[in-house]
C-alpha cells in the first residue's frame, strides 16, 4: 500500500509562488517516474511536468520556464515550484508516481488527493 500527499497549494496573486510538495509513504521499494498534473475548471487534467528516477525532466510548453520540479529520493517527495504565476495557472494539482513495492516487487501508479492552487487578483 502507498500514499501520496500533495500540499502547499493556495491563493496568490499574478506573479507570485508557490512551492508544492507530494511525499509518498508505504510498502516502497523504489519510485521510478512522477509527474505532476493539474485539471482546471471544465478542464481535462493534463500533464505539467514529470521526471525521471534520475532526475530528468519535461515540462508542458504552457509552464516551461516558470516551473520546477525536483525530487529527494532518500525521503521519497516530489516538488514542482511555480513561479511568475498566472491566472490560467489555477487549477487543482495532483501528484503522480510509478513505485515498485514490497508485496510485489511490481511497479503500481499511485495519485495524490490534489491540492488547489488559485492564482487570481
Known amino acids: 500500500q502507498v500514499q501520496l500527499v500533495e500540499s502547499g497549494g493556495g491563493l496568490v496573486q499574478p506573479g507570485g509562488s508557490l512551492r508544492l510538495s507530494c511525499a509518498a509513504s508505504?510498502?516502497?521499494?523504489?519510485?521510478?517516474?512522477m509527474g505532476w498534473y493539474r485539471q482546471g475548471p471544465g478542464k481535462q487534467r493534463e500533464l505539467v511536468a514529470t521526471?525521471?528516477?534520475?532526475?530528468?525532466?519535461n515540462y508542458a510548453d504552457s509552464v516551461k520556464g516558470r516551473f520546477t520540479t525536483s525530487r529527494d529520493n532518500a525521503k521519497n517527495m516530489v516538488y514542482l515550484q511555480m513561479n511568475s504565476l498566472k491566472p490560467e495557472d489555477t487549477a487543482v494539482y495532483y501528484c503522480?508516481?510509478?513505485?515498485?513495492?514490497?508485496?510485489?516487487?511490481?511497479?503500481?501508479?499511485?495519485w495524490g488527493q490534489g491540492t488547489q492552487v488559485t492564482c487570481s487578483s
Open positions: 503522480e508516481a510509478e513505485v515498485v513495492i514490497t508485496t510485489t516487487r511490481l511497479s503500481y501508479q499511485y
Open positions: 521526471i525521471t528516477s534520475g532526475g530528468s525532466t
Open positions: 508505504g510498502n516502497i521499494v523504489r519510485i521510478n517516474n
